[in-house]
Nanobody, 118 residues
């Protein structure tokens, strides 16, 4: 059974930091590119950050460059999103995604709420 379980969300003040984790199980984690997406109320889901299956390349949305860092720990089947200098505009539900483009598999987590407010 494939599972992606996000954790680490919550309420933080502007300028603060949070680290999201996504624990994966039920598939061969190292074969999958991993990414974080977010969806704010009334808006479409958008890509925040992605990391390749070998961890050699990353890419970020322009809105989070220099503030967010994606990383992966293949030994723990976990992907992380370190979020610094958080802004109110970062408030959203954050979703973890796993994709194997070669085999055509794509999985989503259930989401974690991040609220940036004073």
């Amino acid at each position: 059974q494939v599972r992606l379980v996000e954790s680490g969300g919550g309420l933080v003040q502007p300028g603060g930091s949070l680290r999201l984790s996504c624990a994966a199980s039920g598939f061969t984690f190292r074969r999958y590119a991993m990414s974080w997406h977010r969806q704010a109320p009334g808006k479409e889901r958008e890509l925040v950050a992605a990391i390749s299956s070998l961890g050699g390349s990353t890419n970020y949305a322009d809105s989070v460059k220099g503030r967010f860092t994606i990383s992966r720990g293949d030994a723990k089947n976990t992907v992380y999103l370190q979020m610094n200098s958080l802004k109110a505009d970062d408030t959203a539900v954050y979703y973890c995604n796993a994709e194997d483009e070669i085999r055509g598999y794509n999985y989503w987590g259930q989401g974690a709420q991040v609220t940036v407010s004073s």
